[in-house]
């Protein structure tokens, strides 16, 4: 049976067990939308000096299950005793007890619930660790992005500062267990800030006696961060703590360029064999246990599937030129004839793929190097060669698996926007102006660029201003109507009329503008970026930058071209930027096919990455910090198997 009575106040059980709700189903669900609720707007800890005055009410409830037992004996006590701090302290208990089963939604109710009357600095520090810890272990499961935005960040930041204030004033009444709880989850949100180094060092310092530096996941976590630290980092800290002996060595074997994923995995096997006490060998990541588990022979026969006949045919041939190359480089680098054999295969340029290619055809195959079009991708896809290495040589339009052999290669324009708005994030860009043609190329880059700059956007800021054209009439009227410089001169041209005098005057710009986005051809930006600097007030003593992609860049621009382009900042694959063009392989290649345009040496430039990177894929899919030096740019591997280029950077000064 069930006694009801009235009352005006409020409490944990009053929350969850409302007096005219006559199910324990329907009190359930108002205890969940209250953890909602406080997800939502989290409270930070309130340290109270006085006992809050809480109404006593009389509230009897028969319990249908184990948690609604143990709530309701809480509550019976605390009706009885009117002891807030003994209340809490046994719901704290509750709320550890169901974190370590993992249960974080019940143990995060109870904190939202209770944080705001918490007296005792004990429980303080227990509250703060138990919703952190919930954040990060809801970060570690499967269907979790896996990532928080800084807003989120210095909230879960804010909680275990509020925990460290509070465990000052308890001293050494925190147990160890405690003390290595707040510690790891102080690390753990280093670590989601990039903060590598001071992440280690938090766990590091920890007593040298912890068991928690011998535990299979403390070293998982250490090996997460020093791998992901610079070479600089990684001497430093191994030369300092000793439970970090074999760090540095495993990381040298696993990232070495001069070996292909088959030596490589000799190696760190022979490693870990001769270095067995060590913790590092005895509790091996799983990122090595996995790279070790996939087989990849020492001699590899390589399909190469490019449209070698239609309308295509041009890129496909510029495609071809760079893997031969990369082949006879790597074959001479090795000393070794015959080390992978290549066979081209023509998919041709229509939609669907050529009949003679499927599943049986590249059964012989170790690995797979193409199709370019994603009708084509799409067909390869479906014959299923899950055990062969695939590289293929566009962007993943569908769900990817995990497969340690697959990867996603492309000259994406996409990513090249996307890095160009983190590089002007980088040099504090707040305003910035897009001129763009009208080209799909350029709405792609657009589009990307607008989207990734709104991601980071405080809020309340301006939308990103964007100039289309269709000649160079429409393109400079653009520009100058975004200055205002139009309206200036239209001021100019009304005190004119009102003076009988000769008026002297100069056009203003707008001042809040600090940098424009150029997406179009070569030929276009040298008079864009003329434009744009007669377009900029004499009074203004600052430069405004013009940033630009490798759609914008041609390697044989002239001299005058480059006056043109001054202030001018592009990137672009270093393969065609001016270092690039003073290689070795560079001035081979210009003379032996006539110095070629940009658009070919690109083409060539991901070829010849293409096949290097065929023979080290389970290394970059198993390593996801590691990073290979290309042609192309710096490429590493990113979520869904795609392939992410680095590209460099350059600016024209004035006196080029």
């Known amino acids: 049976m069930i006694n009801r009575q009235e009352?005006?106040?409020?409490?944990?059980?009053?929350?969850?067990?409302?007096?005219?709700?006559?199910?324990?189903k329907f009190a359930l669900l108002a205890f969940v939308g209250s953890f909602l609720f406080a997800c939502a707007t989290p409270q930070s800890p309130i340290i109270q000096t006085e006992k809050p005055s809480i109404e006593k009410p009389t509230i009897i409830i028969e319990a249908v299950d184990t948690l609604s037992d143990r709530l309701l004996n809480i509550e019976q006590d605390f009706v009885n005793s009117d002891d807030v701090y003994a209340r809490n302290t046994e719901l704290l208990s509750l709320a550890e007890e169901l974190r370590s089963t993992e249960n974080c939604i019940a143990a995060n109710i109870i904190a939202a619930n209770i944080e705001a009357s918490l007296v005792d600095p004990l429980n303080i520090v227990t509250t703060q660790v138990i919703k952190t810890e919930c954040v990060l272990v809801a970060m570690e499961k499967p269907e979790s992005l896996g990532t928080l935005n800084d807003l989120q960040l210095a909230e879960v930041a804010n909680w275990l500062e509020n925990a460290v204030i509070a465990k000052e004033q308890v001293g050494n009444m925190t147990s160890d267990s405690l003390n290595t709880r707040l510690v790891l989850a102080q690390a753990k949100v280093h670590g989601l800030r990039g903060e590598y180094e001071q992440a280690l060092e938090t766990i590091l310092n920890l007593s040298a006696n912890n068991t928690v530096m011998q535990s299979p996941e403390t070293i998982a976590l250490l090996w997460n961060w020093y791998s992901l630290s610079s070479s600089q980092i990684q001497q430093k800290l191994s030369a300092n703590y000793d439970v970090l002996n074999g760090f540095l060595d495993l990381i040298q074997l696993s990232q070495d360029p001069s070996l292909d994923d088959t030596l490589r995995q000799n190696n760190i096997r022979a490693w870990l064999q001769t270095q067995s006490t060590l913790p590092i060998a005895t509790y091996t990541p799983k990122q090595i246990t996995q790279y070790l588990e996939v087989q990849s022979g020492l001699k590899q026969k390589i399909a190469i599937l490019l449209p070698l006949s239609g309308r295509l045919s041009g890129q496909g041939n510029a495609i071809l030129q760079g893997v031969v190359t990369a082949y006879l480089e790597k074959n001479k680098l090795l000393n070794v004839a015959n080390h992978t054999e290549i066979e081209i295969v023509d998919t041709g340029s229509d939609p669907l793929i050529d009949e003679a290619i499927n599943a049986q055809s590249l059964a012989k195959f170790d690995t797979?190097?193409?199709?370019?079009?994603?009708?084509?991708?799409?067909?390869?896809?479906?014959?299923?060669l899950i055990d062969k290495k695939q590289i293929f040589l566009n962007q993943s339009d569908q769900n990817e698996t995990n497969n340690p052999l697959v990867a996603y290669?492309?000259?994406?324009?996409?990513?090249?926007?996307?890095?160009?708005?983190?590089?002007?994030?980088?040099r504090n860009i707040q305003n910035p102006i897009i001129v763009s043609d009208q080209s799909s190329m350029a709405n792609r880059m657009s589009e990307a660029f607008i989207t990734s700059w709104q991601q980071n956007q405080k809020p309340g800021a301006q939308n990103v201003q964007q100039i289309s054209y269709t000649d160079n009439k429409n393109m400079r009227i653009g520009i100058t109507a975004a200055l205002d410089v139009l309206q200036s001169q239209r001021r100019i041209e009304q005190i004119n009329n009102l003076s009988e005098d000769p008026v002297f005057s100069v056009t203003r710009n707008r001042r809040d503008v600090d940098a424009f986005v150029v997406f179009a051809r070569p030929d276009e930006v040298e008079l864009i970026n003329p434009i744009i600097e007669s377009s900029i007030s004499l009074f203004s003593d600052e430069k405004v930058l013009v940033f630009a992609t490798s759609y914008s860049y041609d390697h044989k621009q002239s001299k005058n071209s480059q006056r043109d382009l001054r202030n001018l900042v592009f990137i672009d694959m270093p393969w065609v930027l001016p270092?690039?063009?003073?290689?070795?392989?560079?001035?081979?290649?210009?003379?032996?096919?006539?110095?070629?345009?940009?658009s070919f040496l690109r083409l060539f430039a991901f070829g010849f990455d293409a096949l290097n990177i065929a023979n080290n894929i389970v290394q970059l899919n198993a390593f996801n910090h590691?990073?290979?030096?290309?042609l192309t740019g710096t490429i590493s591997i990113k979520k869904g198997q795609t392939l992410q280029r680095s590209l460099s950077g350059l600016m024209i000064s004035a006196s080029e």
Do not use: W, Y
Not at 7 to 24: D, G, K
Not at 414 to 424: F, G, H, I, T
Not at 581 to 589: A, D, F, G, P, Y
């Open 368 to 384: 797979i190097i193409g199709p370019l079009l994603q009708s084509h991708i799409r067909q390869v896809r479906q014959f299923e």
């Open 409 to 426: 290669f492309a000259l994406s324009p996409e990513q090249e926007a996307q890095q160009l708005s983190q590089l002007m994030r980088d």
């Open 7 to 24: 009352h005006t106040t409020t409490h944990l059980v009053a929350r969850v067990l409302p007096s005219n709700m006559p199910c324990i």
């Open 579 to 598: 270092d690039g063009r003073e290689t070795t392989l560079s001035k081979q290649i210009d003379e032996h096919l006539n110095q070629p345009s940009t």
């Open 626 to 630: 590691i990073q290979v030096k290309g």
